[in-house]
T-cell receptor
Framework: GQNIDQPTEMTATEGAIVQINCTYQ??????LFWYQQHAGEAPTFLSY????GLEEKGRFSSFLSRSKGYSYLLLKELQMKDSASYLC?????????FGQGTELSVKP | SAVISQKPSRDICQRGTSLTIQCQVD?????MFWYRQQPGQSLTLIAT?????????ESGFVIDKFPISRPNLTFSTLTVSNMSPEDSSIYLC????????????FGPGTRLTVL
């Protein structure tokens, strides 16, 4: 089985940096995904980490430590449109199992 | 990337009735999945829709309540049977391209309200 844990909600200020953590325990590991979901919309892919380290994509970066069962999503230069739910997910046997999601609110 | 459509986009149903949700993909895919997202919560996998065989259900979900069809590699249906207000959720289908660890694409979802 697997267990994936994220904070339920976070608040940050426009222009700031925020780090959303995800810890996991799983039998077998095939990488970790981050998805963004705006209210009322389908989740959209942000990143996929399979090796340790930091992967940067513009304002968003994702980090993975397999030995610690830990990942984070780093959002820089926050914008109001970044207010959304952020889901970390782990593929298991071809299916994707999600954590409970972190609701991020960006304030002016 | 795969383009996925779902019908209906939303519906309001009476308790005790059933609703069938359709998921259409614009390309052939091996793996199709059905998720439920209850209000304010994350996505929970209901089942994996297998082409040519019965769906594989996750713990807590059963075929009698959520029968699934997968007649070909581009289409699947999920039926929510004998609905109750607790079934009010968003139901999303998703597909995976290329095998384990490759990005999953999600349909726009079906917002179901049961009165």
């Amino acid at each position: 089985g697997q267990n994936i844990d994220q904070p339920t909600e976070m608040t940050a200020t426009e222009g700031a940096i925020v780090q959303i953590n995800c810890t996991y325990q799983t039998s077998g590991f095939n990488g970790l995904f981050w998805y963004q979901q705006h209210a009322g919309e389908a989740p959209t892919f942000l990143s996929y980490n399979v090796l340790d380290g930091l992967e940067e994509k513009g304002r968003f970066s994702s980090f993975l430590s397999r030995s610690k069962g830990y990942s984070y999503l780093l959002l820089k230069e926050l914008q109001m449109k970044d207010s959304a739910s952020y889901l970390c997910g782990i593929p298991q046997g071809g299916k994707l199992i999600f954590g409970q999601g972190t609701e991020l609110s960006v304030k002016p | 990337s795969a383009v996925i459509s779902q019908k209906p986009s939303r519906d309001i149903c009476q308790r005790g009735t059933s609703l069938t949700i359709q998921c259409q993909v614009d390309s052939q895919v091996t793996m199709m999945f059905w998720y439920r997202q209850q209000p304010g919560q994350s996505l929970t996998l209901i089942a994996t829709a297998n082409q040519g065989s019965e769906a594989t259900y996750e713990s807590g979900f059963v075929i009698d309540k959520f029968p699934i069809s997968r007649p070909n590699l581009t289409f699947s249906t999920l039926t929510v049977s004998n609905m109750s207000p607790e079934d009010s959720s968003i139901y999303l289908c998703s597909v995976e391209e290329g095998g384990a660890g490759v990005e999953q694409f999600f349909g726009p979802g079906t917002r179901l309200t049961v009165l």
